[in-house]
């Protein structure tokens, strides 16, 4: 009986094949390359022949040389993974912890700031208040812890309260509104800038309102303002609208007063002096 030649089919799957042919040919690189590319294995792909060339060096085991090259695709995994994050949470300029200069304003306590840095906080779902005028850095505590809980893992979401605001008002007008207040109640930590820059009407404030009721005490929110809370009133024009919102802000909130002297200014200043010295 002549027995068929013909290469084994690689599996099937609903939308294709997947996996190595059943013969796979005098090359075994293309194969691996096929099996990196089917299995999503990107990190082993681009490294295995380094490893490989490395394994040889050291006359490493098999064993060594599988757990240094998985752990390789671990981390490039996490590193892709911390990139997307960040890049969902829609921040307007790349800000980090590490470059906030903490000897230009003493009022930010840094021990403080490097605790929040960890996701602990966000997982309880307490508020985070920043509250200073202009220039006092605000913002880029903002932006940086924002990005730290973003490569921890956390869902992050950046935006201004004017453009919340008007999203929750298109939303509202096209019928929408249940559905995006529940895909911001689903974020781990909404970064809310410049709350108290525009003045809210009472159904601006309404909206937001809803916001912030849909997250309480079970999603973290941070903001920052250039308004203490006792002139709230003049963003939040209904007082006991203003109230409630002071109260879910505020309750096992950490609140940072980022003070009133502008460092931004003083820096440009101070180059200023030292051309005209220069």
């Not at 390359?33 to 394994?55: M, N």
């Not at 007008?173 to 009407?201: N, P």
Request: hydrophobic letters at 35%.
């Amino acid at each position: 009986m002549t027995q068929s030649t013909t290469p084994t089919p690689a599996t099937t799957g609903r939308w294709g094949s997947f996996g190595l042919p059943g013969q796979r040919g005098p090359n075994p690189s293309e194969a691996i390359d096929a099996a990196c590319r089917s299995l999503g294995l990107s990190g082993i792909r681009a490294r295995r022949d380094e490893f490989a060339a490395q394994a040889l060096r050291e006359q490493a085991s098999y064993a060594d040389f599988l757990a240094d090259l998985l752990e390789s695709e671990c981390e490039d995994r996490d590193a892709r993974r911390k990139v997307r994050r960040v890049k969902e949470a829609n921040f307007p300029r790349p800000k980090r912890i590490e470059d906030f200069d903490f000897s230009k304003n003493a009022n930010v306590p840094q021990e403080v700031i490097n605790t929040l840095t960890q996701p602990a906080w966000v997982q309880a779902g307490n508020p985070l208040c920043l509250i200073g005028d202009s220039g006092t850095g605000k913002s880029h505590l903002l932006i940086g812890l924002g990005t730290a809980i973003a490569e921890a893992g956390g869902r992050v979401r950046y935006t201004t309260a004017a453009n919340l605001v008007n999203e929750l008002a298109e939303a509202a007008g096209d019928k929408q509104l249940g559905r995006t207040i529940k895909k911001y109640g689903r974020i781990d930590q909404l970064c809310l800038d410049e709350l108290g820059y525009v003045k809210l009407d009472r159904h601006g404030a309404e909206l937001l309102f809803q916001i912030f009721t849909e997250r309480e005490e079970r999603h973290a929110i941070a903001i920052a303002s250039n308004r203490p809370f006792t002139e709230w009133d003049q963003t939040f024009t209904d007082k006991r609208l203003c109230q409630a919102i002071v109260d879910r802000l505020t309750f096992e909130a950490h609140i940072i007063e980022t003070g009133t002297q502008s460092f931004r200014l003083a820096s440009t200043t101070a180059k200023r002096k030292a051309a005209v010295a220069a």
